[in-house]
Structure formats: C-alpha cells, structure tokens
C-alpha cells in the first residue's frame, strides 16, 4: 500500500538520508518512527507530506535532467505516485499535522476544520462538510469548544483540533509529528484511539514520529528505527526497540521489562 | 462566552446546526455593516455649508430636474463625489489592511506598515517641489502619478528584496519600517530646500482631502476594487488556513509564499490607488480590520467583507466630521479619520474586553 524507496532527503549542503527505503506498510498500518533528535524524522515527514523539497539523487543536485537512472525514488500509495504529485495534489490524498501547533487565531475549532476540508475539497458542499466533521468532534469531545475562539483553548486542545483536522479529511494516509507532545495521558490515548479506529476502517496508513517508546510500543504495528542518516531497524515493535537499539539511538542503557499483564515495558537507567 | 446556552441543550442541538447559527449571526452583521453603511453615506450626502435637506438631496439624486441649478452643482459635483470616494477609499483600505494583517501574520500590520504612504508623500512632495506652471494639472494628475509611482516602487522593492533575501514575514515588517523612515527623511529634505509655499502643499497633502476627488478618480478606484474583491474572493478560504499559521496552512495544500506574493501585491495595488487621490489617510487600513474581526472573527468569507465595511464607516464618519467640527469648514479628512476612530475603536475595544471570561 505505502512504498517509500531509494528518497534522498534534506537540505542542498546538508543531505540527511542519501538512499532510505523501507518496506511496504499494508492497509490499517499504525506506523512509528523513532530516531534521536535531529535524525530528520520531521524532514521525512514534511518530504512525504510535500512540504519540504526531494533531494534530487546523489551527484547530480544541479544537473535534474541526467538524474542517475539506477535507482529512481519512489513513494508510492496504492496506485498513486506520490512523488510526482505538487503539494496541492497531494493533500488529497495525505494528511499531515505538524509538529508546531496551530497558531492562536480567532478562529474556533469548526472555522480551522471547515476551511481546511473547503481549501483541499472544494467542491465539498456545506451539508457534506458538516456531517463530516460532527462524529469526529463528537469521538474527540469537541463539542463544548467548537465555536470559542482558538485563542481561548490551551495548547494541548488546539494540538487535538490539529490531529481531528485530517481525521475528517479522512486521507489514505496520515502523518503525524509527535500528535500528542501537548496532551495528557487520557487525551494521548484519547487520540491515538480515533486514530486507529480511523486507520483500521478506511484502511489507510499512518506513519508517526513519537519520543515516547512506551507509548510507540503501546498504539504501533510497525516500527522503523532511525538514527544519523541511516535505516538501523524496522519490524515490530517488540523486535525493533531492544536494548542494544536503545543504546544505539540515545546512547542510553536501558530494559525492556514486561509487565503484569504481558506488556512490554522500557525503563532506562543511565546514559552511556 | 464561556458558557453557551446549546450546553444546556446538547441534546437537541446539534453541531450542525449550531454551524448554521453561528453563520447566520456572521451574515447578519456583515448585512448589518451594509446597511449602517449606506446610511452614513446618506447623512453625510445631507451635511455640508448650504442649507439642502435630507429629502432635497433624495429626491435630487433620483430626478436632478427637483433641484436649481446651484442645488444641482452642489450635490452632483461636491457632495456626491466626496461621499462616494470617501466610501470607496474606505473599503480599498479596510480590505488592504485586512489581507495585510493576514499576509504578515501581525495585528499591528496596515498598509502603510511597508513604507507606502510616506513613499506616496515623497513622490507628491517631488512632484510638488518641481512647482509645474500648470496648476490644475498639477494637482490632478502629475501629484496622484508621482504618489502612485513612488508607492508601486516601495512596493516592488519590498518584493524584490523578500524574494532575493527569502525574507519571513518579521524582516519583511522591518524591511517597511525602515523604508518609511527613509522615506520620511527625503521628504524632509524635499521640504527643507523648498520655499514655503510649496512646504505648505507638502504639508496639507499629507493631511489627506476629499476635494482631491473628481469623477474620472473615482472610476479608478472603483475599476481597483473590481479587479481585487474577486481575487479576494478565491483565496478566501487559503486566508483562513494561513490564521493557523504557515505549516498548517501548507499542511492543507497552500503555495503560502505565492499566497503572500499575491496578497503583498494586491494590498499595494489597493492602498496606492486609495491614496494617491485623497493623499494620506492613516488609522482606517489599521482599525477597519480589528473592527472587523471584533465583529466576525477570522473566517475571511466574513472578516474580509467586515473590515472593508467597517473602513468605509469610519471614512464616512470621518468626512461628515470634517464638515461639522468647525462650521463653515470643511477639514482635511486625513486629519479626522483618527479623531473619530480613536474613540469608537477604544470604545469597541472595552465592550469586547466585558464579554470576556
């Protein structure tokens, strides 16, 4: 379904990935990227989102018409060849929510939604962008906030406004930079909830970027350990985030326990 | 605000439906701003020196045979075309002011942020200082071209060197801040190395008037406004998009920097035509919007609408107390428009401050 395939991402003097695939993500994916600060996990977000420039492939950045023909990059999502696409073509297809929050403007929630299913569908109509959006602030409890200005909620309610934005666009696939660095426990769960309840009906895919290994072992399906400018494991989750992993990404010594109930847990005990 | 009623009523009330309110409620100010609009308009059609009613002046506009002809002159060749620039300068404003603040993402944004009007000053005080034999042409052609010249440049330099420096919207603010203080001082300069008459244009001009106007002007301006409201009307809903900010703005499939350009442009284009006939009016490209957006909010299908309303009120209010603060004068309207807008924007500004939690 998501087939991400020999990209070249970062900035002109300073690429951060010259060759990164990985493999195929299926339909209902819940997907994580983890990686230390800096890695450019928000750069790949932001390149499949089509918001930040492919890198053209190596060696030949000035020269775009003798790109080398070996390996061409592909993002491909079911049938459409993301790479191609212009940023307006894109957001048909993606939804992206940022890692920044949106800003405090005087719009309320259902002003931020609507304008924003009304900027990618145009041609939506207003009985049709209103059924969209109602079970989504219902699932999310949205409702009492809908109507006050973004200005009045907190930082945490406008990251929830942000995540049900692409909810009801209800895209093929969903990128989400750290979805709930602003939220508190019940809200976190909360979002990932509707997340996967959205993923698993749709059949869409989505590709997080999380700090949280607990929480990223709790709501994924698939993990995919980044760390400066390389690929060092992907799989699931549990194969994925050992300590020699941990150690490796953070410089960081730390277990996985299990817990209780069957849960594996990560606790981390001192830097290297 | 904090509570509202459809909590009681969840049940019965649904989102939806709350949409639509809440939609109405935005419709029937933006109506509300019409109709307080042309109201003012005909007041201020009614004001003036010589003594010609209210229903004089109605039944004179539909049928000029009603009127002598010095009632007829009057209404036709003073009144009408102060009143209909002053209303139309109102909305180029307004409009510039709103699409300013949103392209800048700064509510202390207004046209004359990026240094147009003292660039408008300089070019008329130029055109002013080279003291042409020809009076009349003078005053009503080479002063706007100058004005308009000079502001189109300031604009085309702001936009050159955001595009060569890949400027954010901050360096773009003090790009025109310092542009306006260099401005000011060759206008300065102009003034120092001219005789007094020609320091007493510059001076007057910078006060802004509506007996600049003529018929043909007001064409122009008008002709303005129809080429920018639908451009307008495109990009509402990528306006409403970039008040989240720039990433969600791209996030949701906007081209924000050509959105910028196109606003930068746009605003310019608005703000250079409206003062380069009446000269420099300040306060109504600054507060047109925040009324507006007091009123409305920021859904741009409303705020723009609303805060080009709202300056074409306060430029109204504006030139029917130019003709009534000292009587038997008519003021330089440029000098009232804060006179009158300071108070009924502190006003406005205090009513809205109660309704908060």
């Known amino acids: 379904m998501f087939f991400v395939k020999n990209i070249r991402i970062g900035f002109r003097r ?71 696409l212009s940023l307006q073509q894109r957001v048909k297809h993606i939804g992206f929510v940022p890692q920044v929050l949106p800003q405090a403007s005087s719009l309320s929630p259902y002003e931020v939604i609507f304008s924003s299913i009304k900027s990618v569908q145009p041609d939506l109509n207003r009985e049709e962008a209103d059924q969209r959006i109602e079970p989504v602030f219902r699932k999310l409890e949205m409702d009492s906030l809908a109507f006050e200005p973004m200005h009045t909620l907190s930082g945490g309610q406008r990251q929830i406004v942000s995540v049900a934005q692409i909810l009801v666009r209800r895209p093929q696939l969903l990128l989400l930079d750290e979805p709930t660095s602003a939220l508190d426990l019940r809200w976190q769960l909360k979002v990932f909830e509707a997340l996967q309840d959205q993923v698993k009906s749709t059949g869409a895919v989505c590709l997080m970027v999380m700090h949280d290994l607990n929480l990223a072992l709790r709501v994924s399906d698939y993990l995919i350990a980044l760390s400066a400018g390389h690929l060092l ?13 941990i150690r490796q990404i953070y410089g960081v010594i730390g277990r996985i326990e299990t817990c209780s109930q069957g849960r594996p847990w990560v606790i981390a005990d001192e830097t290297v | 605000m904090l509570n509202p009623p459809a909590k009681q009523i969840a049940g019965t009330s649904t989102l939806t439906n709350r949409h639509q309110q809440v939609v109405a409620r935005r419709v029937l100010c933006v109506t509300s701003l019409v109709v ?27 049928n000029s045979s009603e009127l002598t002809t010095p009632e007829a ?9 102060y009143s209909v620039t002053a209303l139309l300068v109102g909305l180029a404003l307004g409009l510039a002011g709103a699409e300013m603040q949103t392209a800048l993402n700064n509510p202390l944004a207004s046209p004359f942020t990026l240094g147009l009007s003292s660039a408008a000053t300089l070019g008329a005080s130029l055109a002013l200082a080279f003291n042409w034999n ?30 060569v420096f890949d400027a954010r919207t901050g360096t773009i603010i003090l790009f025109g801040i310092s542009l306006t203080f260099g401005f000011n001082a060759m206008v300065a300069l102009v003034q120092y190395l001219s005789d007094a008459d ?35 009307i495109i990009q509402v809903w990528r306006q409403t998009m970039l008040r989240c900010g720039e990433e969600h703005a791209k996030a949701a499939g906007v081209d924000v920097d050509r959105l910028r350009r196109t606003l930068m442009l746009r605003v310019s284009l608005l703000s250079a035509i409206a003062i380069c006939f009446v000269g ?27 805060s080009a309303l709202s300056g074409a009120v306060l430029m109204l209010l504006a030139s029917l107390a130019s003709k009534t603060l000292v009587a038997g004068a ?15 924007f502190v006003l406005l500004i205090f009513t809205y401050a109660r309704r908060q939690p």
């Open chain 1, 14 to 84: 300073h690429p951060l990935f010259e060759n990164l695939s990985f493999a195929e993500l299926k339909p209902g994916t819940m997907a994580t990227i983890i990686g230390p600060n800096g890695a450019g996990k928000s750069t790949l977000l932001r390149t499949i989102a089509g918001l930040h420039p492919m890198l053209s492939a190596a060696g030949s950045a000035n020269k775009s018409g003798k790109a080398h023909p070996e390996q061409p990059p592909i993002i491909t999502l079911g049938e459409i060849a993301i790479e191609n």
């Open chain 2, 36 to 62: 307080a609009m042309l109201f003012i308009f005909l007041l201020d059609l009614a004001t003036g020196a010589s003594n010609i009613s209210f229903s004089q002046v109605l039944s004179g506009l539909l």
């Open chain 1, 233 to 245: 494991a992907e799989g699931a989750p549990v194969e994925v985030i050992t300590p020699a992993i």
């Open chain 2, 198 to 232: 020609t320091v007493q244009q510059i001076v007057f001009w910078g006060m802004g008037s509506l007996a600049r106007t003529s018929w043909e002007k007001i064409a122009i301006i008008f002709m303005v406004l129809v080429i920018c409201v639908p451009a307008s």
């Open chain 2, 73 to 81: 002159v009057i209404i036709w060749e003073l009144r009408l075309p």
């Open chain 2, 280 to 306: 420099e009016i300040g306060f109504i490209g600054l507060v047109g919007p925040h009324i507006g957006r007091l009123l409305v909010g920021e859904d741009h299908r409303f705020y723009l609408p609303a």
């Open chain 2, 330 to 344: 008519i003021l330089p309207v440029g000098m009232v428009t804060a006179l009158v807008g300071v108070p009924l």
């Open chain 2, 134 to 163: 020809d009076i009349a042409l003078t005053t009503h052609l080479i002063v706007p071209l100058f004005a308009f010249a000079f502001a189109a440049g300031a604009t085309a330099l702001i936009l050159f060197l955001a595009r």
